[in-house]
């Protein structure tokens, strides 16, 4: 079992960019078929830090 942590760094915006990039990754997550544990931590600079832990069954 193989496991992968990434760290996503998305600045809070209210355009369409961040909403397809978001959706994007979560499309990308899926195709892979792979368990996925979100942790969403807010940051001082109104930013928004994902961490994503992957367990792949390998």
């Known amino acids: 079992m193989l496991v992968k942590e990434f ?3 998305v600045k809070v915006k209210n355009g369409a960019a961040t909403n397809h990039h978001n959706i994007a990754v979560g499309k990308r997550i899926r ?3 792979r ?3 979100r942790i969403k931590i807010s940051d001082y600079n109104y930013s928004h830090v994902y961490r994503e832990t992957i367990l792949s069954f390998n």
Request: proline share 0%; glycine share 0%.
């Open 7 to 9: 760290l996503l760094v």
């Open 31 to 33: 195709d892979l078929k």
């Open 35 to 37: 368990w996925v544990k």
